[in-house]
């Protein structure tokens, strides 16, 4: 497997733009590419959360189900977005389902790998979880102001 | 005696002029009792105008009482300014109506002004007057008629001899003696001999006053003129702290606005009896049959629950916004934009108001000073 | 003595008539106007100001302008009825009469942003106020190194102006990013809100060259700001749309006052380093 090709482009990511050369070394051996046909759903809400994935190219729909209609989209991520946070954290599972609206090319990596090499290596784990954070916290701000329904409606 | 004017003479009774006035067809506005105080209205006849009286004014409190039986103007000022004739409470701005081909038509009414005379205008009224024309005519807008109002009347001023508890012109720099804005000014001298001394501002008092031909005053009366409202200014024991608009602009976050808050009842007194707030709704109405409608102009206040309202809400909702609006505006924002105060230390909002907060001591306390009146 | 007040062409409260040459409604619940001049010459408008809109009987509101400031002999104005007054304005046909008050306020100063980068952020209603403001862009586009617009709607049939946004989307010297809050069955667009797309937008450009545009929700204002400021977009290159309590809008009334500001003068266009001490405190 070509990892030194990973660690360029995880290189150029901005959650690990940070990390010296011997841990994107580390990381790459958990990538690998992927390529998802417009419209496959990536993963289903409740499937187990193995895998984090660096969108490199097309476009996201993270959705959730209802019996009466159609998911309903409440997040699209792009280029450079980052899809799937539930294998960092217990009992890691999908709580979405997510589907390539797009065609899509994303770097994928293991889950369980990354957390093997987290617990082996507690710098990696605490650097991981240093730079994800923020960028779950900006996600977070963000669905705060999509959940106050700034704009209203007329008959709101 | 101050370049420009010249004193006119003597005068034992100020009813005189009263009657000279309204021989001449004049509208006299001066004070006048009405419920236990002294207020502004038209006067009648001329011994409608009050004398022997004086008040007592403190936070939350106003008596008129009994004073020196001669004297004509111990009392300072009342609940009424001047604002209520210059800028009524309500005014009809215009009136429309429905005509053929889904339009309307709209006519302006003449404003009904007779020749006009503020008789008994105390030096922080001129000053309050003075603050409202600049906020009437902002550069860009111009209220035409309050202008009109203000260019077609008298104004007859009185030095005041004596402050209230509550008066702080002094510390304004607004009273209590009148140098310019009045056509003749009036200054009972102190003592019971009862002369007052009359004095024309401008060339339409002297073009008053000439015809009178008042008794000469001599020299030692002149001199004592000055005396009279330096006096009152002495005695006044309430004070605005210096430089109070930074103090305030610095201070939006001051946890004496909540000690304020707990007192204030958001009912509006100081905005209705302050001669220089000058909000106001503008309202549109109409009648039953729906052809025609009518705008009116009138006063609001800053305390009023929805005059901050956007959709969705108020943006000041809680009293202590309401007052910390009330206060910054007054005494720091005014200045931002219109380039002076908005107070002219007349203190009726310190007696009007029905739990006695007191402008100037609440200033002492941002300011982070002890207040003058209790060191 | 009778004393006349100021001539009916001259007081800044009495409205002059308009006659509604076309009405139209744009989305659920808003409507638009364009009008014609029945007292007195055209009104010249800055991007950014409003007028006060009367409707004979019910009432005055304060609306921004939308349409383009070159064309002078037409006035175009977008309204969502919320109350009574602006329901009565949604419900103008043509042919009826309006009063017009204006224009008044400051405007979008897109004119001196000659050689920068003009980006607009506008969320829900707020596109219809900075719609002259891109006209002006568009029409001198050589003018300006960038145009960029972001809208954000709370869903996709909340999306104002879509077929002109779609149409301004297609030109190739004009970047369009459009989001909604909350999809709907076949929406293929983005989901999320502006700020998201603000920081994508944002990413790898030169911030010295910026000069912002929002306007909408007062939220999404601050938190576009932060966005902007996070991005390192200067403070006095960042301009916002106000909203206060509106009635006399000539600075008489005292009802729009926000800080030592009128809204009606010295708003409502604001740039934002002359108003962040006060944006963020609560009942100013």
Redesign the interface.
């Known amino acids: 497997m070509q990892t030194h090709g990973f660690e360029e482009i995880l290189s150029r990511h901005p959650v690990f733009a940070g990390f010296d050369g011997a841990t994107l070394a580390l990381l790459a051996g958990c990538a690998r590419n992927e390529h998802v046909n417009a419209g496959a759903i990536i993963y289903f809400e409740g499937d187990p959360a193995d895998r984090m994935y660096l969108i490199r190219h097309g476009d996201v729909?993270v959705e959730i189900g209802t019996p009466e209609?159609?998911p309903?989209?409440?997040?699209?991520l792009?280029p450079?977005d980052i899809l799937g946070w539930s294998w960092m954290v217990p009992p890691y599972r999908h709580m979405s389902q997510a589907r390539a609206?797009t065609d899509l090319r994303v770097v994928s990596l293991d889950g369980a790998c990354l957390r093997r090499k987290c617990d082996d290596n507690p710098a990696l784990g605490y650097m991981m979880f240093k730079h994800l954070l923020p960028h779950m916290a900006?996600r977070v701000?963000?669905l705060r102001?999509?959940v106050?329904?700034?704009?209203?409606?007329?008959?709101s | 005696m101050t370049k420009g004017q010249t004193t006119h003479g003597i005068l034992k009774d100020p009813t005189l002029l009263v009657a000279a006035l309204m021989a001449d067809g004049w509208r006299v506005i001066g004070p006048k009792v009405r419920d236990q105080a002294i207020v502004y209205e038209v006067l009648d006849r001329p011994d409608d105008l009050p004398c022997g009286l004086t008040d007592s004014q403190s936070g939350g409190r106003y008596r008129l009482e009994a004073g020196q039986p001669e004297r004509w103007f111990d009392y300072v000022v009342g609940p009424h300014s001047w604002k209520k004739w210059l800028f009524p409470a309500r005014q009809k701005l215009w009136t429309a109506t429905r005509v053929a081909d889904a339009g309307f038509e709209i006519e302006v009414p003449a404003i009904d002004w007779p020749k006009t005379v503020f008789f008994g205008v105390r030096a922080c009224e001129i000053a309050a007057m003075a603050v409202q024309d600049r906020v009437f005519d902002n550069g860009t807008f111009r209220d035409a008629a309050y202008a009109a109002r203000r260019a077609n009347t008298l104004i007859v001023a009185v030095q005041c001899a004596r402050s209230a508890e509550t008066c702080f012109c002094a510390s304004m720099n607004t009273g209590p003696g009148v140098d310019e804005g009045y056509d003749i000014a009036l200054t009972e001298l102190a003592g019971t001999s009862g002369e007052i001394l009359v004095t024309a501002g401008s060339d339409w008092g002297r073009a008053i006053l000439g015809p009178l031909a008042l008794p000469s005053a001599t020299d030692g009366l002149i001199e004592a003129g000055p005396a009279t409202t330096a006096a009152a200014a002495a005695s006044q024991s309430r004070a605005m702290v210096p430089d109070i608009a930074r103090v305030l602009r610095e201070g939006l976050d001051h946890p004496n606005w909540e000690v304020v808050a707990d007192a204030c009842l958001s009912c509006g007194n100081c905005t209705l009896a302050c001669p220089t707030c000058f909000c106001s709704d503008v309202e549109d109405v109409t009648d039953l049959s729906g052809d025609h409608a009518e705008r009116w102009r009138s006063w609001d206040s800053c305390f009023s629950t929805d005059f901050s309202y956007v959709h969705g809400g108020a943006v000041r909702r809680s009293p202590k916004s309401q007052f910390r609006q009330w206060m910054m505006h007054k005494l720091s924002t005014w200045h931002d934009q219109f380039d002076m105060s908005g107070c002219v230390g007349c203190g009726r909002c310190i007696t009007w108001c029905p739990v006695g907060i007191d402008i100037t001591r609440e200033a002492a306390t941002f300011a982070g000073h002890p207040h003058p009146a209790e060191t | 003595m009778t004393v006349q007040p100021a001539s009916h062409a001259a007081d800044p409260m009495v409205p002059r008539r308009f006659r509604v040459d076309r009405a139209w409604s744009e989305i659920d619940g808003v409507a638009s106007i364009e009008l014609r001049p029945i007292d007195g010459g055209p009104v010249a408008f800055k991007p950014g100001q409003f007028n006060m809109l009367y409707a004979f009987g019910v009432g005055e509101i304060a609306v921004s302008i939308s349409g383009d400031a070159a064309q002078r002999d037409r006035l175009v104005h977008t309204t969502r009825a919320v109350g009574a007054v602006s329901r009565a304005i949604t419900q103008l046909n043509e042919g009826d009469m309006v009063g017009v008050r204006g224009p008044f306020g400051s405007a979008w100063p897109i004119a001196g942003q000659t050689g920068r980068h003009a980006g607009f952020v506008a969320g829900g209603l707020g596109l219809a106020p900075l719609r002259p403001a891109i006209y002006h862009v568009l029409a001198n586009r050589s003018d300006y190194a960038g145009l960029t617009l972001i809208y954000g709607a709370r869903s996709p049939q909340d999306l104002l102006y879509a077929d002109e946004v779609a149409r301004w989307k297609s030109r190739f010297d004009v970047e369009v990013e459009v989001t909604v809050d909350h999809a709907a069955p076949g929406w293929t667009g983005r989901v999320g809100v502006v700020t998201t797309v603000m920081d994508r937008a944002l990413a790898g450009g030169d911030p010295a060259l910026i000069s912002a545009f929002l306007c909408g929700p007062e939220i999404m204002m601050r938190y576009g700001v932060m966005t902007l400021e996070a991005a390192g977009v200067g403070l006095d290159r960042i301009w916002v749309s106000l909203e206060r309590n509106m009635k006399c809008a000539i600075g008489f009334c005292g009802h729009c006052q926000f800080g030592p500001t009128f809204v009606c003068r010295d708003g409502p266009v604001y740039r934002h380093d002359q108003i962040a001490h006060l944006i963020n405190k609560s009942e100013v």
């Open positions: 729909a209609r159609d309903i989209i409440v997040e699209t792009h450079d609206t900006q701000r963000a102001l999509q106050l329904d700034l704009y209203g409606t007329a008959s």
